[in-house]
């Protein structure tokens, strides 16, 4: 079992552009969220997917958005991408409704750089 | 808005000392309490889970306090090993797997 991988792994953009990291969840896990740490910070969470649908929302503008495939896998997207998200994004998977309180397993992130 | 203090300054100990991180929260009633390592460059580790109508939670040379009254999680690390040294998260929630994560300690285990 590969765990929770994420693509790519370092990314260099500009101010204004836009950008896709893809993450794959751990074998059988349903749902995907998705943080974003600044350096020295703890994880910031951005949004939950599950069902193909986002289902929880944090304090996160419209800029960024996502996706969930079928196979569950997800996608995030920035758009106008600001000096201030560079960051590192990571995703963790869980299963839903096994349980209320589920264990997240962390990917090792994408670090993002905004210049 | 909710509001998760962890260790201001980071922690150095001894090896083979009881290393104590705290985790304090405020305007928020979290239904569990987690707790993650992370090293640098990686994704945060669960490490242990503790509810709310839970006081201690142990596993291995781990343990978990969780004081719901004082808003305060305590986390032991005893017979500490350099190999323990990195930074630890503390993160809250109520429903489902949305979390609040504070800044964070780092400890150091000198040999």
């Known amino acids: 079992d590969a765990g929770v991988t994420q693509s790519p792994t370092h990314l260099i953009k500009t101010r204004g552009q836009q950008v896709t990291l893809r993450c794959s969840p751990k074998?059988?896990?349903?749902?995907v969220s998705w943080y974003q740490q600044a350096l020295g910070q703890g994880p910031q969470f951005i949004f939950q997917?599950?069902?193909?649908?986002?289902?929880q929302r944090g304090n996160f503008p419209d800029r960024f958005s996502g996706h969930q495939f079928p196979n569950y896998s997800s996608e995030l997207n920035v758009n106008a991408l600001l000096l201030g998200d560079s960051a590192l994004y990571l995703c963790?998977?869980?299963?839903?409704?096994?349980?209320?309180?589920?264990?997240?397993?962390f990917g090792p992130g994408t670090r993002l750089t905004v210049l | 808005s909710q509001k998760i203090e962890q260790n201001s300054e980071a922690l150095n100990i001894q090896e083979g000392k009881t290393a104590t991180l705290t985790c304090n929260y405020t305007?928020?009633?979290?239904?569990?309490l987690q707790w993650y390592r992370q090293d640098p460059g990686r994704g945060p580790v669960f490490l242990l889970l503790?509810?709310?109508?839970?006081k201690e939670k142990r596993k291995e040379r781990l343990k978990v306090t969780f004081d719901t009254t004082l808003k305060q999680s305590l986390f032991h690390i005893t017979a500490s090993q350099p190999a323990d040294s990195a930074t630890y998260l503390c993160?809250?929630?109520?429903?489902?797997?949305?979390?609040?994560f504070g800044t964070g300690t780092s400890l150091t285990v000198i040999p």
């Open positions: 305007n928020y009633s979290p239904a569990y």
């Open positions: 997917y599950y069902e193909e649908e986002e289902r």
């Open positions: 074998s059988g896990h349903d749902t």
């Open positions: 503790i509810r709310e109508n839970e």
């Open positions: 963790a998977s869980s299963v839903l409704g096994r349980e209320r309180y589920n264990e997240q397993f």
């Open positions: 993160a809250l929630g109520r429903t489902g797997n949305q979390f609040y």
